[in-house]
């Protein structure tokens, strides 16, 4: 009875599911070589590779490409109605409607003070998160204005990737994850070694290593591991409970359940 009640009382506290979490198999779809920006109900995808984005609205199709800014660092959306490219290589934004038409660019290394972008995140509105590693400080960023808040805290870690939802922003890095609120205050720091990606679901988010997939939940302070009943390693993308994992040919749908 003590041991139950000590058992009881440890899970109490740290919040953890009395049961592992679970990935259940829904079903596998082909898709073409990129990245996935984004998948809906019609297995209708948008994607980008290193030299275009392509979508499809409805029943028509459409692409970006740019012929002179070299290689797509990271391309980031909220809702297919917004996406943003990085030219890492040019230190360049551009900002795309829901047809990939172009309705801004930003050039930042003609903007003051100077300021070493590596990472960005969709902040909602006209903002993006911005990542500089010239000030090792988070900044919210307004595309049209071009004016900005810059966090008070400085990250000195390798950063290993960067999301963001409609009130926060996460940091990963080699040996923590920061959560930030929408002014870039600083909410949270966990200790998080060893993790290479992430992504972000509503009150939780999915972890990768190589030893597979963690769950790591608002109110929990350690990951848990999900238990898949059809184990599979790859790119990963989160959409509401449902856990897409794909390589460069095949989707695989999983869902969700803790």
């Known amino acids: 009875m003590i041991k139950m009640r000590y058992l009881f009382l440890i899970f109490s506290l740290t919040g953890l599911s009395k049961t592992p979490p679970t990935a259940i198999f829904v079903k596998s779809f082909d898709k073409s070589q990129g990245y996935i920006l984004h998948i809906d109900s019609e297995e209708r995808l948008a994607q980008f590779d290193e030299q275009r984005v392509w ?40 900002i795309l409607d829901d047809r990939l038409s172009e309705l801004t660019q930003v050039d930042f290394n003609k903007i003051e003070p100077f300021r070493d972008v590596t990472h960005i995140a969709m902040a909602g509105g006209n903002q993006l998160w911005l990542f500089d590693s010239y000030s090792k400080k988070l900044q919210k960023f307004d595309y049209f204005t071009q004016t900005y808040l810059m966090s008070r805290v400085s990250i000195t870690e390798s950063i290993r990737t960067m999301k963001s939802d409609t009130e926060n922003c996460w940091i990963l890095t080699d040996q923590n994850l920061f959560v930030f609120n929408n002014q870039g205050g600083l909410i949270k720091k966990i200790e998080m070694p060893d993790y290479s990606d992430m992504a972000i679901g509503d009150g939780f988010i999915i972890l990768h290593n190589e030893s597979g997939y963690f769950v790591l939940k608002d109110t929990w302070e350690q990951s848990q591991k999900i238990k898949f009943d059809k184990m599979l390693s790859g790119w990963f993308l989160l959409q509401g409970q449902t856990l897409y994992i794909y390589d460069q040919k095949t989707i695989h749908e999983f869902q969700l359940k803790f």
């Open 55 to 94: 979508t499809t609205v409805g029943q028509e199709h459409f692409r970006y490409v740019s012929l002179i800014s070299g290689s797509i660092t990271q391309a980031v959306q909220f809702t297919p109605l917004l996406t943003a490219i990085f030219y890492r290589d040019l230190h360049q934004l551009i």
